[in-house]
């Protein structure tokens, strides 16, 4: 297919990316603005957070990535504090990879109580770094990004809902029945 039927099959397409475009690097411009130690935490997590299919799923993915990274933050302070050599560290990380893996298809606020650890031990053995302050910047990273996320997912489907309404179009970019 052409672009152009691409876009005729699926117009919020074109909205969606434009979307995913312009929320993505405002989360880069804030996270380089403020200055976040490993600022990519926040554009992951606000485009983790976009990938829900409509509203209602930005919304849960939201609460599940931030409940899931408290958690993941309470176990990364308990495995952060044990001595370990760099090989048990990379191997830790592997098994943690592991068991993301295998939950985020069941439940995606499971899969982020390994995700912060993991990640969280990936940059302590780049880079040692205070426990204290790798963990709120985890902290930080993910609730900024995904609140931002959040954020701009609303503004978009009331945007949408507002112009519809206007121009007294049917059209509907949730992909969810009303």
Sequence with gaps: MSLQERLYVDPAALLDALHYAVILFLATYISQSLHLTNSYWMIVSCAAVLQGENLRAVMHRNLQRIFGTMVGLLISALLLNIAL???????????????????????????????????????????????????SYRLLGIVLGSLLGLASAYVLTTSVKFYNRAYQLNVNFDKEVE
């Design 85 to 135: 050599s760099p090989l048990q560290t990379i191997g830790l990380i592997c098994l943690l990879f592991m068991t993301v893996e295998f939950s985020v298809k069941r439940n995606y606020a499971i899969a982020n109580f390994f995700t912060t650890p993991m990640a969280l031990l990936l940059s302590n053995l780049a880079r040692h770094q205070y426990i204290s302050s790798l963990l």
